[in-house]
């Protein structure tokens, strides 16, 4: 079983910034690939970006040149997605996934964490 904590979630005004942050524990020996999904009101889960354990990245084609992923030097089993020119359209409830690959989930996920983006 892997353990999933997010942080990092809250209101910003459209053009603000704001950092996201996952810790995996639990059989984290498992894990290859972490991502960060979203969800909006009345929309499906859809993936915004993730990252492989060794650093390959795959990005919505939302996401690409706003928004940056990364895994922490130092311990590997947490992830980090930089928001930054965030839009109304990014108000959604984030998601961490770990132990997919970095174009599908797996089924371990985070409790979500809400981010709204005011115009």
């Known amino acids: 079983q892997v353990q999933l904590v997010e942080s990092g979630g809250g209101l910003v005004q459209a053009g603000g910034s704001l950092r996201l942050s996952c810790v995996a524990s639990?059989?984290?020996?498992?894990?290859?690939?972490m991502g960060w999904y979203r969800r909006a009101p009345g929309k499906q889960r859809e993936l915004v970006a993730a990252?492989?354990?060794?650093?390959?990245?795959?990005y919505a084609d939302s996401a690409k040149g706003r928004f940056t992923i990364s895994r922490d030097n130092a311990n590997k089993n947490t992830v980090y997605l930089q928001m930054n020119m965030l839009k109304p359209e990014d108000t959604a409830v984030y998601y961490c996934?770990?132990?997919?690959?970095?174009?599908?989930?797996?089924?371990?996920w985070g409790q979500g964490t809400q981010v709204t983006v005011s115009s």
């Open positions: 990252i492989s354990s060794i650093g390959v990245t795959n």
């Open positions: 639990g059989s984290t020996f498992s894990i290859n690939a």
């Open positions: 996934n770990a132990g997919g690959s970095i174009y599908y989930s797996s089924r371990y």
